[in-house]
């Protein structure tokens, strides 16, 4: 089992930024896959960014790239979410979720473990 629960969800005009945490804890591996994922009202969800631990990569949707960057702190089992110049259309409940080598944000079924969300919030 792994718990996972996230912080650092708010409200911000257009523009800020936020910086989202996800602490992991239980049976983590150095080797598995660590994503983010936001679901807005009456859409469905959405990887945005995730991290293999094992190996470093990184990976993001097109619609956050060079705006989002996730990243780990292994010491704490700890991944971030650095959300830059953020937009009205950021705007959901944010997800971290915790798979194996082979998950991959295309998929939320291919993760196990979810947190229960955070809230941004970005206004005009």
């Known amino acids: 089992q792994v718990q996972l629960v996230e912080s650092g969800g708010g409200s911000v005009q257009a523009g800020g930024s936020l910086r989202l945490s996800c602490a992991a804890s239980?049976?983590?591996?150095?080797?598995?896959?660590m994503g983010w994922f936001r679901q807005a009202p009456g859409k469905e969800r959405e990887g945005v960014a995730a991290?293999?631990?094992?190996?470093?990569?990184?990976y993001y949707a097109d619609s956050v790239k060079g705006r989002f960057t996730i990243s780990q702190d292994n010491a704490k089992n700890t991944v971030y979410l650095q959300m830059n110049s953020l937009k009205p259309e950021d705007t959901a409940m944010y997800y971290c979720?915790?798979?194996?080598?082979?998950?991959?944000?295309?998929?939320?079924?291919?993760?196990?473990?979810w947190g229960q969300g955070t809230q941004v919030t970005v206004s005009s």
């Open positions: 979720a915790a798979g194996d080598y082979g998950s991959w944000i295309g998929a939320s079924s291919s993760f196990g473990y």
């Open positions: 991290i293999y631990t094992g190996r470093g990569s990184t």
């Open positions: 239980g049976n983590t591996y150095s080797d598995n896959c």
